[in-house]
């Protein structure tokens, strides 16, 4: 379908997304990301462009509304398709094991420092975060960081499913991975700025929801650790009901909660941080911090309520990092909720 930012384009591009109920079924070689890219590589493309439009602030809204509507079910589509076609390949299971995690498992970028990524398959999105989730922005919209994604959570479900010798072997492969991301998150530390201080952390499913699988979510965090002598914290930002089974040793838990959230601030664990997604401008006084909806090409001011925003949200940041504006906020542990 070419360049999403053609305006004649947008039209194909909105029918695609509108008929799309499932992907085709595709069979893959070996799982990696190569392969998978290759083998949904027009899906992989349409559902980017997709992305672009549901964030366009240029094209007629009519386009632009119809693709915010349909981005979330096209990946998650996506991703399910992926997902069988790792479970189809026929390469031995420790073969696919070994594949998945051939490549980076986490990922390292200068907003989100070290993070992981899941498949929005684990998510239970509320009505308004499904299509304004930041999946769907640029980079995390990409073929390979779709493919990332899906790869991650089969690895994790696999892990959740299998013995204990199934288990084992995946942290074992896992280790080099998590060395790294220490050793990185360590490394940040030498690059805070001047008179500002923190712990070093790693950001747990900033795409997706890792709580999905909790056996798998606390063997990782207690692996980081373990190879980091307690000295690297594991964050996680959620909206899943299974929060409660993070062992509070282990996590700092940043549960998210927006104004269409169905959940009783009662359901979240007491040890659980309460964040907000301020979708259209509206905070909140019950959540600690205050996110303002911001994309590519948009940025949603505060229009109403109280509580504290969160300083890389703001429009008038220039510098849309935690360490940039000197922030900790999210990366502290939490004793006790209190609920105001």
Excluded at 60 to 77: L, S
Aim: hydrophobic letters at 40%; a positive charge; charged letters at 25%.
């Amino acid at each position: 379908m070419g360049n999403p930012a053609r305006p004649d384009l947008h039209p194909a591009i909105v029918d695609w997304a509108c008929a799309y109920r499932k992907c085709v079924d595709h069979d893959i070689k070996s799982v990696s990301s190569a392969d998978l890219r290759d083998a949904f590589d027009d899906d992989l493309k349409n559902y980017f462009r997709l992305c672009a439009l549901s964030r366009s602030t240029s094209a007629a809204r009519n386009y632009v509304e119809t693709a915010y509507e349909h981005v979330f079910r096209v990946r998650v589509g996506l991703e399910k398709a992926m997902l069988r076609a790792i479970k189809r390949c026929k390469q031995p299971i420790d073969a696919k094991i070994s594949g998945a995690l051939s490549n980076p498992f986490f990922g390292f970028s200068r907003k989100q420092g070290t993070s992981l990524r899941m498949p929005l398959t684990t998510c239970s999105p509320t009505p308004l975060c499904a299509g304004g989730c930041y999946a769907h922005d640029a980079l995390d919209a990409t073929p390979g960081a779709v493919a990332r994604g899906a790869m991650n959570g089969w690895i994790a479900d696999h892990f959740e499913q299998g013995n204990a010798h199934t288990r084992s072997e995946i942290l074992q492969l896992l280790t080099p991975h998590v060395r790294k991301a220490v050793r990185i998150a360590l490394q940040e530390l030498h690059t805070l700025p001047d008179g500002f201080k923190r712990r070093a952390y790693i950001r747990f499913s900033h795409v997706g929801e890792i709580v999905r699988f909790p056996d798998f979510s606390n063997a990782l965090a207690r692996l980081v650790g373990d190879l980091s002598g307690e000295s690297v914290d594991c964050v996680v930002y959620t909206r899943h009901r299974d929060a409660s089974l993070l062992d509070p040793k282990l996590w700092i838990i940043n549960f998210t909660l927006d104004p269409s959230s169905k959940m009783s601030v009662f359901d979240i664990p007491r040890y659980a941080r309460i964040v907000f997604s301020a979708f259209g401008g509206i905070t909140s006084n019950i959540a600690e911090v205050n996110f303002l909806e911001h994309h590519r090409h948009e940025h949603i001011p505060i229009k109403g309520g109280l509580g504290q925003v969160c300083p890389a949200t703001l429009p008038e940041t220039k510098s849309r990092t935690c360490d940039a504006c000197k922030c900790n906020r999210c990366f502290q542990k939490v004793e006790t909720t209190t609920f105001a």
